[in-house]
């Protein structure tokens, strides 16, 4: 029998331009290669129906920037296959070049929720990370997803910026609560190896502050619960039914498919990762020629429970105490540390303690 699969992701790796601190596959666009992206899109999602009985039920295309496709091309990769047929689907986008039109377009083919990367609003944030948009664009942005239709609105910020302190993010915040979306996403600031950003460390040139970082984590869960932005993921904050669905699956647990250049999938037990040229992606689906897959594995029960627990501990659901019988004293120190809390046969950590998932997922597994 083939693996059923819901969850779908789709990888669309091209951007108007590069910000230092992203570690996504993705290039600038260029016509050749998105005509090669959307050529080995369809054939991989052939063999995908051939190998896999899909149901899509949540969907979602992030990149890259799938939104900065033309028109035509969108209209295309929109087309690819029945994503619309997904309770939830979602799309990525920037604000720069997100017009009306395109929003339609989404609204149109089904998208059911954009999540906009506004990251910032001071024009020194946007500009030290390298962002083209200002917030003009933001709000342009917001009103031509709301004007299409588009149910479900998520906000994409990042803190621990240089000169950020409590004032400024909780402006940035305010910024943000007051184009009403209905979901947040708060992400620290995260310098990945090989990037400009991590350059700019090895020169000396900033650095992250982790104890400021804290405090910003903290404020950020206080100011947008208080406006009813629910914390359903250490940096997922939602209004009620606004939460990612394709997101909450992942993290339970639940099999997803990754489609196109460098996409991660999950499935029956296996974990692979496509090939991350666009180029190298595209030849090895429509040739049939090479390895499709890279650092594909089977996963142990035990790197497997290392995930749920890991994951389970950032999310609002937390854990179920009878996944971990032989922890019941380490459970009673976190409770009495203040760091977690215990209710209905669940562990779940607070604010305080999803500051240190990790170190907890460590005592745990
Ligand atoms: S727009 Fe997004 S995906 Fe593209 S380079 Fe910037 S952070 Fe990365």
């Known amino acids: 029998m083939k693996p059923v699969v ?9 951007c108007t331009h590069l910000c230092p601190y992203c570690d996504f596959p993705k290039e600038r666009l260029a016509g050749n290669r998105m005509r090669d992206f959307l050529a080995g899109l369809r ?3 052939s063999a995908a129906c051939e ?10 295309f992030g990149g890259g920037t799938p939104t900065a496709l033309s028109p035509a091309l969108m209209e295309q990769l929109l087309a690819v296959a029945p994503w619309g047929e997904a309770e939830e689907w979602s799309v990525e986008a920037n604000p720069d070049g997100f017009s009306e039109n395109k929003a339609r377009q ?4 089904g998208v059911t929720r954009l999540s906009l990367g506004a990251q910032a609003f ?4 946007l500009a030290w990370l390298g962002r083209k948009h200002d917030r003009a664009d933001i709000r342009q942005a917001v009103q031509s997803a709301r004007i299409a239709g588009i149910r479900s609105l998520n906000l994409d910020l990042i803190y621990g910026l240089p000169d950020q302190g409590p004032s400024e993010w909780q402006e940035t915040m305010a910024e943000a609560c007051a184009l009403q979306p209905d979901s947040i996403s708060a992400y620290a600031i995260t310098p990945e190896e090989g990037t400009e950003l991590a350059q700019r460390i090895a020169r000396g040139e900033w650095s992250p502050d982790e104890d400021r970082e804290a405090v910003l984590f903290l404020l950020t869960c206080r100011f947008l619960e208080a406006r ?3 914390s359903y993921e250490v940096s997922n904050f939602s209004r009620p039914g606004h939460e990612c669905r394709h997101h909450q699956s992942v993290w339970a647990g639940e099999d997803y498919l990754g489609l196109g250049p460098g996409a991660v999938s999950t499935v029956a037990g296996r974990r692979w990762r496509n090939l991350r040229d666009t180029g190298s992606y595209a030849q090895s689906w429509l040739l049939g020629s090479g390895p499709r897959r890279q650092e594909e594995e089977e996963r ?5 429970r290392t995930e749920r627990i890991l994951l389970g501990l950032r999310t609002r659901a937390g854990l179920a105490e009878q996944g971990l019988p032989d922890r019941e004293e380490w459970l ?12 209905n046969g669940r562990f779940h950590l607070t604010a305080r303690g999803r500051l240190r998932a990790d170190e907890v997922a460590a005592i745990l597994t």
């Open 6 to 14: 819901e969850n779908l992701y789709v990888h669309v790796p091209f």
């Open 43 to 45: 054939a991989e999602w």
């Open 51 to 60: 190998e896999f009985d899909l149901q899509p039920r949540h969907v979602f």
């Open 106 to 109: 989404l609204a149109e083919a």
């Open 122 to 125: 001071r024009p020194q944030d």
């Open 228 to 230: 009813d932005y629910a």
């Open 300 to 304: 142990e029960p035990s790197q497997i």
């Open 332 to 343: 009673e120190t976190l409770v009495r540390k203040g760091w977690a809390r215990r209710e």
